[in-house]
């Protein structure tokens, strides 16, 4: 169990995790994934990670567009039972870091609804990569919209102006996907149409520059034998 004395070290602590997430987003290097379809990733017969151009068409709000976050851990809270008994009972319970926190922050989690020429499936964008397609963090959606907002099917306008909009995601694919039948996508990456589409012009080139080498280095060798 982790021990905190004040808020200065649950701070500096909350900092120095997001700053190795930072590092870590950082070092992700999209540019040596292919890119695939929604057909061809579901049908993979492995895991990993790939890049897909698609629409977003609707977002799943059976389970809510945002979630409270521990400040230190960042992983979900939640909210304990309050017993008449006991009125003093903090907010919130951290299974993290198994302990009561009162130190929360909304954080955003998107399940888009997603489609492409070859089929559908469901992207999870977490809080950093959700806030890079809304263009504004979940404090920020929440702070106008206190009341409204924990009706959790109600959708900001920020959250519904990405419907009908197409982009690219950086996914990770869960190979165990299609023994369990259940679809566990996250994406960790978006990029807008524009950026996603060069990217997948200059992927095509690269490929086509290698096949041609490959080729000619085929023929230099029948004729080294001849």
């Not at 900092?15 to 190795?20: F, G, L, R, S």
């Not at 929440?142 to 009341?147: A, I, Q, S, T, V």
């Not at 409204?148 to 900001?156: D, G, N, R, T």
């Not at 990405?162 to 990029?191: H, P, Q, T």
Request: glycine residues 6%; contains cysteine; hydrophobic residues 35%.
């Amino acid at each position: 169990m982790w021990r905190f004395h004040g808020d200065a070290n649950i701070l500096e602590m909350s900092q120095h995790i997001n700053e190795k997430i930072v590092i870590h987003e950082k070092r992700q290097k999209w540019s040596q994934y292919p890119f695939r379809t929604i057909q061809e990733m579901k049908y993979c017969d492995k895991g990993g990670n790939y890049r897909v151009i698609c629409s977003v068409y609707a977002v799943d709000t059976i389970n809510g567009w945002y979630y409270y976050a521990c400040v230190v851990c960042q992983n979900k809270v939640i909210k304990p039972t309050i017993l008449f008994a006991e009125p003093e009972v903090p907010s919130w319970w951290c299974e993290f870091c198994q302990r009561n926190v009162t130190m929360v922050t909304p954080r955003c989690k998107l399940d888009l609804l997603v489609q492409d020429q070859t089929g559908e499936s469901k992207f999870t964008l977490l809080d950093s990569v959700a806030a890079s397609i809304v263009k504004i963090s979940a404090p920020k959606v929440m702070k106008g919209l206190l009341e409204k907002v924990e009706i959790q099917a109600m959708l900001p306008p920020e959250i519904v102006g990405i419907v009908g909009k197409s982009y690219g995601f950086g996914i990770s694919f869960d190979e165990n996907n299609n023994s369990s039948g259940l679809e566990k996508i996250e994406a960790m990456k978006v990029w807008g149409l524009k950026d996603i589409l060069w990217k997948r012009t200059k992927s095509l080139h690269q490929n086509s520059t290698t096949s041609r080498k490959k080729q000619c280095t085929n023929v230099f060798k029948i004729n080294e034998s001849g």
